[in-house]
C-alpha cells in the first residue's frame, strides 16, 4: 500500500516527524499509536467490531440529535480506543491526532511534502481480543462509557 507521508512539527518544542496519512479510501483506515505512531490499518467491511462499534454508537447518539458527521465524529474518536494496545503500549487513534515524541504536546503544524512524498508500507491489521470478548450488554455499556469522556 501506497502513502502519503506528512511532515509535522511540535510547536511547543519544535521536534519534527513524519507520519503516514490516511489515503481516503473505503476500504480501510489508518490507525495511528499515540505514542511512537506505529501505524495499523482496519478493513472496514471485513471487521466486524468496525460495524458493531459503528452500529452502538449510532444508537446512542441518534436519539439525542446527533447528525450523521457528529456520529462519525464520535466513532472515529472512540473506536481506536477499543482496539488492543499497539506494539509500543499506547493506544491506537483513528483521528489522526498526534502526540509529540518528545513532549507530548498535541499542537502540531503538519502537511505534505512539498513535491509530495509517498511511501510503501504493509501496515498490519488491528486487533480487538478484548473486545471481541465481552458480552453485548458490556459492549454497550463500554461505549457509553466512551462517549461521556469525549
Ligand atoms: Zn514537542
Redesign the pocket.
Known amino acids: 500500500m501506497k502513502f502519503l507521508i506528512f511532515w509535522n512539527k511540535?510547536k511547543?518544542?519544535?521536534?519534527t516527524f513524519d507520519t503516514l496519512s490516511d489515503p481516503g479510501l473505503y476500504s480501510f483506515r489508518l490507525l495511528l499509536s499515540e505514542k511512537k505512531q506505529q501505524p495499523a490499518i482496519v478493513k472496514c467491511d471485513d471487521d466486524n467490531a468496525f460495524s458493531e462499534v459503528y452500529q452502538i454508537v449510532k444508537r446512542l447518539l441518534k436519539p439525542k440529535g446527533y447528525n450523521e458527521i457528529k456520529i462519525a465524529d464520535r466513532f472515529d474518536r472512540i473506536f481506536g480506543d477499543i482496539c488492543d494496545l499497539a506494539p509500543d503500549g499506547s493506544r491506537y487513534n483513528m483521528t489522526g491526532k498526534k502526540t509529540?515524541?518528545?513532549?507530548?504536546?498535541n499542537d502540531f503544524d503538519f502537511g505534505p511534502y512539498d513535491p509530495e512524498v509517498y511511501r510503501e508500507e504493509n501496515p498490519p491489521e488491528i486487533t480487538h481480543d478484548q473486545w471481541d470478548i465481552l458480552d453485548d450488554h458490556s459492549k454497550e455499556k463500554e461505549i457509553e462509557r466512551r462517549i461521556k469522556s469525549l
Do not use: M, R, Y
Not at 511547543?12 to 521536534?15: G, P, R
Not at 509529540?100 to 504536546?105: A, M, R
Open positions: 511540535c511547543k518544542c519544535d521536534f509529540c515524541p518528545n513532549c507530548g504536546s
